[in-house]
């Protein structure tokens, strides 16, 4: 078992959901996902295991983009959409 | 079968949705995923079988962040996305 | 088959989103996804054919906490997230 | 090939998503996912030989929850939660 | 390969969310799930060869009523539920 | 491993949510989902290999509009749902 960097566990890094931009919070939105799923397996190990598997199947990669939709949802409203 | 500790049936720890920060949300939002999972299924030898199964899953790693994502929603619109 | 009593058919126990508390919501948000499935399957039997078969399943239990976390961002709306 | 009546495929039947109360609300939602069901698959005889099927298996039950509980997400804004 | 007409391509036919009822909405709903499908796939044959497969899977019928409830959640708020 | 061109890997291109009609928003979603499945994939060849297992799978196609769906969400609460 190989543990991943402290960093890589925090679960909103920076600490807040405001960005700048939109594309700065969809960056964010992919780093709350995957930092979740850091969470539930910190084995970088594991992570890395599994890595091949679901970045070339493509129902997977629909489901991962499909957990980053709902986290930009929230991400988005707590911006006001960047209507400013 | 082994119970689960009361603890781990309360629904919301803390007996609230407010939290002073964004990681702390995050935090109570994989609480309130994981506590649902322990009230449907309370039989912690169940649980730790499955553990190895889900945890080493991409799909499975994905589904969960996916209802973590949608925790989240709830709690960050509690918090009025921590903006103030 | 045997039918269940009809009060686990009641789609809404209690007649109200309001709870007086997220430990209260979350309860219902429990109840109200059991009760729809109860709605869709009647039979007592059936269901308990296959309460072991997810139970024990990582993913089904991942798919039926997401259900309820849909469900509880309903009533966490309803109750103003217990603010006040 | 047996057609549905033509009231399973009206899409939202009573026309309106207003109920007087939760219940009804609940059973408004059950019937707009079924509704649609019907609207994609219109051939009574399929769904017939489908019921059995989705009806005994828990993920199938899981995955039906799940749309009743979006929709009724909706129905209830409409109705302000019912909370007048 | 047989392509679609360019009508079934646009991807908000009418080019608004607004719907006279509840009704027109929901059908409006269907449409943009189903158009979003052929932006993807636009060979008709492909989409002819799939249907009798998922219109005679319940579980792909649940999927496909999932996405239309969603829909419908964003033209119902268009429309403020039709309350008026 | 051929790369993907960089345009491709921007998440939110043009920079904005807000756009002219529910036309270019729907386009918009298309797009979201995309480029988050190459910023997770950004091998073309990998995601070429896909693309004929998903483009003729319903299910797959399904959960593709699923997620368009979810960040139609998004954008269309961001332009007010070109009520105006």
Do not use: C
Request: aromatic fraction near 4%; proline fraction near 7%.
């Amino acid at each position: 078992m190989t543990d991943l960097p402290a960093a890589e566990l925090v679960l909103v890094p920076g600490g807040t959901l405001l960005t700048a931009t939109p594309e700065e919070g969809r960056a964010l939105a992919m780093t709350l996902a995957r930092h979740t799923i850091h969470n539930i397996q910190p084995d970088l190990d594991k992570l890395m295991e599994g890595r091949p598997v679901y970045s070339s199947d493509p129902d997977s990669l629909i489901a991962a983009s499909h957990v980053v939709a709902v986290e930009f949802q929230t991400i988005a409203a707590a911006n006001d959409y960047w209507r400013g």
